[in-house]
């Protein structure tokens, strides 16, 4: 079973940065693709970006483009989501979740990270 741990929430003002770590307990991390969720209470979790394998291709959400960036170090098993020019509407929790390779499916989740932005 692969372990996925995020870290990097916290609280930040309107317009400022924060950058979210998602590390995974995997010998074949290079061949997963990465995503990142997040979820505020009562709505349904939200898709915010994804990396494909390999340093492939990056996807991002119309609400985060301009503004997240997705990369990943596979040397160090982790995928990061670089936050900046935050808006209180980012204000949520942030989920990591990995592909097994060749699935169209998210198969492994971590627990999530909260990041508040205050106006």
């Known amino acids: 079973q692969v372990q996925v741990t995020e870290s990097g929430g916290g609280l930040v003002q309107a317009g400022g940065s924060l950058r979210l770590s998602c590390q995974a307990s995997t010998l074949t991390f290079a061949s997963h693709v990465v995503g990142w969720f997040r979820e505020v209470p009562g709505k349904e979790r939200e898709y915010v970006s994804a990396?494909?394998?390999?340093?492939?291709?990056?996807y991002y959400a119309e609400s985060v483009k301009g503004r997240f960036t997705i990369s990943r170090d596979d040397i160090r098993n982790t995928v990061y989501l670089q936050m900046s020019s935050l808006k209180p509407e980012d204000t949520a929790v942030y989920y990591c979740?990995?592909?097994?390779?060749?699935?169209?499916?998210?198969?492994?989740w971590g627990q999530g990270t909260q990041v508040t932005v205050s106006s």
């Open positions: 990396i494909s394998r390999y340093r492939g291709s990056v």
């Open positions: 979740a990995l592909q097994r390779p060749g699935s169209s499916t998210w198969d492994y």
